[in-house]
């Protein structure tokens, strides 16, 4: 392992973990529940029947992988705020900026995910019977799994990144500054 370069297999838990909800993602959005309509003959009633609830699945299963790469990272890091110090200077502050950035798009991948995965099952399990004579089935919006993919990839990304300087700020000696005697004695006049 070189100097500040990290654990090479923290890097691929991160990647194989982040790709992994990245594959889930998209899987979810190709598999979105649509519904039809029906109009039972006997009760004269009509209702939606919608496909499989796979995408909901899917869904939670991005989420938890999302969730397992970031969990990974931050006790690996020990959230930056436990640990080792980081030594000053651009390693450091940019560290900081990986963090802040992985974890909002962190946050709002998370979002969308849980979002999309909670819209889809109510949509799939808990819409049966409706009393109208015009309306259409609702269904989750085209997008909500694809936006959640674009923020996987992107926290993918920048937790790589932040991983990367958080070792090199961790590992590089903090560089001592050497004061010359002060010329301002602090001592009373003679």
């Not at 890097?11 to 194989?16: C, D, E, Q």
Request: proline share 2%; hydrophobic share 45%; glycine share 8%.
């Amino acid at each position: 392992m070189g100097e500040g370069k990290g654990s090479t297999l923290v890097h691929l838990l991160i990647l194989v973990l982040s790709l992994t909800a990245f594959g889930f993602s998209i899987a979810a959005e190709r598999r979105r529940s649509t519904g039809t309509l029906h109009k039972d003959d006997f009760t004269n009633q009509t209702y939606c029947i919608y496909e499989s609830d796979v995408a909901t699945g899917y869904g939670v299963g991005a989420f938890l992988f999302l969730l397992s790469s970031e969990s990974l990272l931050m006790g690996v890091t020990k959230c930056m705020c436990f640990g080792r110090p980081l030594a000053p200077g651009g390693n450091r502050a940019w560290t900081i900026i990986y963090f802040v950035s992985s974890w909002m798009t962190f946050l709002v991948a998370e979002a969308c995910l849980i979002a999309g995965a909670k819209n889809n099952a109510y949509h799939t399990k808990y819409r049966n019977m409706i009393y109208a004579d015009n309306f259409s089935c609702d269904a989750l919006r085209k997008g909500v799994f694809i936006s959640g993919a674009v923020f996987v990839v992107a926290t993918m990304i920048l937790n790589v990144y932040y991983y990367m300087y958080f070792t090199k700020a961790t590992t590089q000696p903090a560089h001592k500054t050497t004061h010359a005697a002060s010329t301002v004695g602090m001592a009373g006049r003679p």
